[in-house]
């Protein structure tokens, strides 16, 4: 079975930094093609998606909103993800949500339709 658990969100002040991991079980590392991401949702607002890999080779993807303060990178061995989040500013407050799908050969990892999600873990940037 595919699970995930996130960790890692937290307060920080704007300009800081916070590192999000999402554990998963080895079932859903155990065989190559598999797309992971991670999405925040803020109260009245849609859910979004913010960053991507795939993990059976890393490609990475990245919002307009978080691309060069944010950076996704996985642990194969750990079975573990990460989200590097710098430079971090008060409208990426929300809860943050990994999920994980399956891979298909020449769609990117942000077109996916995501159907394994974590409970999530919160961020609040404060000004």
């Known amino acids: 079975q595919v699970q995930l658990v996130e960790s890692g969100g937290g307060s920080v002040q704007a300009g800081g930094s916070l590192r999000l991991s999402c554990a998963a079980s080895?079932?859903?590392?155990?065989?190559?093609?598999?797309?992971m991401g991670w999405f925040r949702q803020a109260p009245g607002k849609e859910r979004e998606g913010v960053a991507y890999?795939?993990?059976?080779?890393?490609?990475?993807y990245y919002s307009d909103s978080v691309k060069g303060r944010f950076a996704i990178s996985q642990d194969n061995a750990k079975n573990t993800m990460y989200l590097q989040m710098n430079s971090l500013k008060p409208e990426d407050t929300a809860m943050y949500y990994c999920?994980?799908?399956?891979?298909?050969?020449?769609?990117?990892?942000?077109?996916?339709?995501?159907?394994?999600w974590g409970q999530g873990t919160q961020v609040t940037v404060s000004s």
């Open positions: 890999i795939s993990t059976d080779g890393g490609t990475t």
């Open positions: 080895a079932y859903t590392y155990r065989y190559r093609g598999r797309c």
């Open positions: 999920a994980a799908a399956p891979r298909y050969l020449g769609v990117s990892c942000s077109d996916v339709e995501y159907n394994y």
